[in-house]
């Protein structure tokens, strides 16, 4: 177990930190002591960013360009941010999905550095003790425990790739502090043999643990974290059952799940849209569902939230759901135990016939909407997607699973069988293309459009929990947030390259959330207008390109105080030190 060993600094979690950054002038450069330790050259950071990108196209594999931006983001944090801000349609598939699925896979053969923490279940009993370890105060954490990545299955520590991309997208599209994230993968075996058998797997070479073991461990950690960090906001993802966790704790600590609550609340945002494209009443909606795992259920359980407040009752909002799974359509009659999550969506009015295709399916319920959630890539064939055109005069297809090798279906394949008709969303990126003389651009329901928001919005608003409430107005407000022209040409969700913009939306929806159910602890915020709110919200978000002029101002006053006091330049280069690498020296 860790011991006090006083001599020693406090550890760096990076091979340098950003006080190396090219951009500081030579005064800076002298009171950091990093004066002589970089080229003499003062750059701008256009000049930095068209070095990083040129040695970006010199990789020739997104797995490449994926480890050149994690070294980048370990050694000059604030330029990564520049970059990513700057560029965030083209490198989060790097960063995040699909690249990160690979980076996964590949984590054991491709990991050089640190990054996060990595609690065993051998840790346990002592996981308050080792949470100390970290060298940062941290505002939100994301943590997995690897057993299920996408659609990759059980990956164990390998899943360590999952909360690392995902904080960083916590800070680009945020503003979240890199240095307040903690990624945290908990390391409960793997059912994964084959990883386990892999001399170079750094995980626990044992199977999984039972779902009691594991309710244990969660105990002790969810505690040891919030004794830590009282305001911490805990998001769990990619664990196989994430019900038990979601239910056990959503009310006791500022906890959600991105799988369940995330991934629903952004499809919910561009459902609603799609409805109103649609032409189509709410009532009148019929949907399918492809996959009836996890995050098909918490999808269609926020779908039927939105049902309910366009008018119909909770029961005749569920009864416009029909799920598919591998055995085929989920009835209560089928003849085999469904998961406890089925249950809610189990249909008893298939008159004792049993549906496996879905092409037959189709014919039964004559849905307008169409949700893949199954991992079966091209599942929506060119015979599923001409009967959905048939039966719709504007077909709603989500094909959400991930990466894009598992998409149902791709853009060009739903806009060629549905005539050009179809309001598409799906999970992973697809290129935009031209039909019918129009050019048209696919909707993607990536949850980088809500969970940032809601991390922001349960920390500025000192959530003590993260409500039902929080997360569907997440949905909500993002559907408000397209502009004219993006309306106008038929998009269901808002450029990627507005994330900031839309954050600040989604998360003063969250706040306001917060407020009405009553635990929010940041009272001063109630009575702001939504206005005032959102300066207050854009305030709070860390911008990397002001982070040059904080630090000259840090090293000003701090000269000056030093100056009044006769301190001695050394002894304030110790501080600014202090400073500087608590701030560029957090590493995701």
Request: glycine fraction near 8%; proline fraction near 6%.
């Amino acid at each position: 177990m860790p011991q006090s060993r006083p001599q020693l600094g406090p550890r760096q979690l990076s091979t340098t930190s950003g006080d190396f950054d090219t951009a500081n002038p030579p005064e800076v450069r002298r009171v950091l002591r990093t004066y002589g330790l970089t080229p003499p050259a003062v750059e701008s950071y256009e000049v930095q960013a068209q070095r990083c990108l040129r040695l970006l196209a010199m990789k020739t594999t997104p797995i490449e360009k994926f480890q050149y931006l994690v070294h980048l983001k370990a050694t000059n944090v604030h330029l990564f941010y520049r970059l990513l801000s700057e560029n965030i349609k083209e490198l989060t598939p790097l960063i995040y999905t699909p690249t990160v699925g690979e980076a996964c896979v590949r984590w054991h053969e491709i990991f050089t550095q640190p990054e996060g923490m990595y609690l065993s279940y051998h840790d346990r009993g002592h996981l308050g003790e080792i949470l100390n370890n970290w060298p940062h105060d941290v505002e939100i954490t994301v943590l997995t425990d690897g057993s299920r990545i996408l659609g990759l299955g059980d990956l164990g520590v390998n899943g360590m790739g999952i909360p690392v991309g995902k904080l960083a997208l916590y800070t680009a599209c945020a503003g979240i502090r890199p240095d307040a994230t903690l990624p945290l993968t908990i390391d409960l075996g793997t059912g994964n043999k084959a990883l386990r058998d892999d001399p170079l797997y750094m995980g626990a070479r044992m199977p999984k643990v039972t779902p009691e073991q594991e309710k244990e461990f969660l105990d002790e950690l969810m505690a040891a974290l919030t004794a830590k960090w009282p305001n911490i906001v805990i998001q769990f993802e990619d664990f196989k059952n994430p019900f038990p966790a979601l239910e056990r704790y959503q009310n006791t600590y500022t906890m959600f799940n991105d799988d369940v609550q995330g991934t629903g609340a952004v499809i919910v945002g561009g459902f609603i849209n799609a409805v109103r494209a649609s032409g189509v009443p709410a009532k009148d909606h019929r949907a399918i569902f492809l996959g009836a795992g996890s995050a098909g259920v918490g999808v269609a359980k926020q779908i039927v939230e939105y049902f309910v407040k366009e008018g119909l009752t909770e029961e005749e909002a569920r009864r416009k759901f029909w799920f598919v799974d591998s055995n085929g359509l989920v009835t209560l009659d089928r003849g085999d135990k469904l998961a406890d999550h089925k249950v809610y969506f189990a249909r008893d009015d298939n008159n004792g016939r049993q549906y496996q295709s879905l092409s037959r399916l189709i014919d039964f319920v004559k849905p307008t909407i169409l949700m893949g959630l199954s991992t079966i890539g091209g599942a929506f064939n060119r015979d599923i997607l001409t009967k959905m055109a048939a039966l719709n005069d504007k077909p709603i297809i989500f094909p959400l699973s991930n990466p894009s090798s598992k998409s149902e279906c791709t853009f060009e394949e739903a806009v060629r069988h549905t005539e050009g008709r179809c309001l598409f969303a799906s999970g992973s990126p697809f290129p935009s293309m031209e039909f019918g003389g129009k050019f048209l651009t696919p909707g993607q329901g990536n949850n980088m459009y809500v969970f940032p928001g809601i991390g922001l919005g349960a920390i500025l608003s000192k959530a003590t929990s993260v409500t039902q409430d929080m997360i569907y107005a997440s949905a909500e407000s993002l559907s408000t947030s397209l502009n004219k022209q993006e309306v106008a040409d038929g998009w269901l969700y808002p450029d990627i390259r507005r994330i900031r913009e839309v954050s600040v939306v989604v998360t003063r929806g969250v706040i306001r959330a917060a407020q009405q159910n009553g635990v929010d602890r940041a009272s001063e915020l109630r009575n702001l207008p939504d206005d005032q709110l959102d300066v207050y919200i854009k305030e709070r978000m860390y911008d990397p390109f002001d982070e040059k002029a904080n630090v000259a101002d840090e090293i000003s006053q701090l000269l000056a105080t030093a100056s009044g006091t006769n301190g001695h330049v050394h002894g304030v280069a110790e501080k600014i030190n202090g400073i500087v690498n608590g701030v560029d020296a957090s590493h995701l």
